[in-house]
Nanobody, 123 residues
Framework: QVHLVESGGGLVRAGGSLTLSCAAS????????LGWFRQAPEKEREFVAV????????YYADSVKGRFTISRDNAKNTVYLQMNSLRPEGPAVYYC????????????????WGQGTQVTVSS
């Protein structure tokens, strides 16, 4: 079992930056990949980024590549998503997920999810 708690969401203007955090707890937290997904109102949840348990492998959605950076601190059992050059895409809930399979962009390969943190980018 893995418990995930996201934080750091808020309102930011387009072009600005925001850093999300996801605190993980559980017996296998240091052997799992941790990823970020987001869901806008009336849209499907979409993959954003994922990082391997060691932090050595990362993978990003094309839409955020070059603007977002995922990282993790295993000593703190926390994964971060640094978001720069944010676009005015309105509100979205960002979810942290844990995958025992590895670095994967597919939602169904994640076993545990946090409750989400809302990010709103205004124009």
């Amino acid at each position: 079992q893995v418990h995930l708690v996201e934080s750091g969401g808020g309102l930011v203007r387009a072009g600005g930056s925001l850093t999300l955090s996801c605190a993980a707890s559980g017996r296998t937290v240091n052997s799992i990949a941790l990823g970020w997904f987001r869901q806008a109102p009336e849209k499907e949840r979409e993959f954003v980024a994922v990082i391997s348990w060691s932090g050595g492998t990362t993978y990003y959605a094309d839409s955020v590549k070059g603007r977002f950076t995922i990282s993790r601190d295993n000593a703190k059992n926390t994964v971060y998503l640094q978001m720069n050059s944010l676009r005015p895409e309105g509100p979205a809930v960002y979810y942290c997920g844990a995958s025992g399979v590895g670095v994967r962009p597919l939602e169904h390969e994640y076993d545990f999810w946090g409750q989400g943190t809302q990010v709103t980018v205004s124009s």
